[in-house]
């Protein structure tokens, strides 16, 4: 028995139609903010249409038209993903079915205040991080020479003391 165009689909339903692992749409719960299944006791997600929609869109940007999951996440949050893809359907849904997902306005200004603030917050910390990994590596840099330097001093030490049972024994 199929189920009807509305009904909600699990997540192994949703992984056959798109063709990709259930461990990729887990993935791209974390990565893509708007992909949000309804779950249900004991964690089993359960996807609305319209996030089954969006899920082909995503699918079809990454793996058909060469997009990156940053690209990805640029179209979404600028709400232009609709006009993107090259075919109007999708999975058998309509272009227009998807862009009422995109362009639909965030529920409270207070979440987006806050989405903007979390958003800006890691931009500045991703803007320290080649500096911090620099220092880092240089630090582990002067760690290792300092720690070359010694072992080449032991091995001398081991050296002078083999070649001086090496005169014993030949003696």
């Not at 509305?6 to 893509?32: C, G, K, M, N, Y």
């Not at 964690?43 to 990156?68: E, F, H, K, M, S």
């Not at 500045?124 to 290792?144: K, M, N």
């Amino acid at each position: 028995m199929e189920k009807g165009p509305h009904a909600f689909r699990t997540i192994s339903e949703v992984a056959d139609e798109l063709h990709v692992p259930q461990h990729t749409l887990r993935l791209w719960e974390t990565q893509f903010q708007q992909v949000r299944p309804m779950k249900r006791g004991g964690g089993r997600r359960y996807y609305r249409p319209d996030d089954v929609v969006l899920l082909g869109r995503i699918a079809d940007l990454l793996y058909n038209q060469g997009y990156t999951v940053k690209g990805v996440q640029r179209l979404l949050r600028e709400g232009t993903l609709a006009s993107v893809t090259s075919s109007g359907v999708l999975g058998g849904v309509e272009e227009q079915d998807a862009t009422v997902l995109v362009d639909a306005p965030v529920a409270h200004p207070a979440i987006e205040d806050s989405i903007t603030g979390d958003y800006q917050q890691i931009e500045a910390v991703a803007a320290e991080l080649p500096a911090a990994i620099e220092a880092g590596l240089e630090e582990a840099l002067v760690a290792v020479m300092g720690q070359n330097i010694r072992l080449r001093a032991d091995l001398a030490d081991v050296l002078v003391e083999l070649e001086a049972m090496r005169r014993k024994i030949l003696a």
